[in-house]
């Protein structure tokens, strides 16, 4: 994965969508990735998340998610963005963070349909985790990934 200076980190307000997400209480792994750490990043999620007792099938969803999510990052959040891991309490919580700006409300997404050539990202990294949460302002897009371990 290539390194980013601190001052780069990615850390956009949380003012829209309903507020700020509740801020972890236990250690976080933090990653910064761009369009050529795609790959490895799905595989240190499917690798973290296994370790930490998840099945396969529900690693694989969740690996889905999260690279839905790190792909809309290059592609709409400015190139790059930085990726977020921990557990608590029993639930995998992984947060991608970018510059990008989400003007859709949440609440007006929708099953994209099949001829639209865009738009299924959110969609689908919702479908495939437990709960998502997104907030979003004009300084950048935080969008976080519940998954409980069963």
Do not use: Y
Request: hydrophobic share 40%; glycine share 10%.
């Amino acid at each position: 994965m290539h390194d980013q200076a601190v001052s780069q980190r990615f850390h956009p307000p949380l003012d829209s969508f309903a507020g700020a997400v509740r801020a972890p209480t236990v250690s976080v792994e933090e990653l910064a990735f761009g369009a050529e750490d795609l790959a490895a990043v799905r595989k240190l999620v499917f690798e973290w998340a296994s370790g930490l007792g998840l099945g396969s099938e529900r690693a694989e969803q969740l690996v889905g998610a999260v690279n839905e999510l790190t792909s809309n990052s290059v592609r709409h959040g400015g190139g790059h963005g930085e990726l977020r891991m921990w557990c608590e309490e029993r639930m995998l919580l992984l947060e991608v963070r970018d510059r990008g700006h989400i003007a859709e409300s949440p609440l007006s997404r929708t099953r994209p349909a099949p001829a639209q050539p865009t738009g299924r990202g959110l969609w689908l990294a919702e479908e495939l985790s437990d709960l998502l949460q997104i907030r979003s302002g004009p300084r950048g897009s935080v969008v976080r990934v519940h998954m409980l371990l069963t």
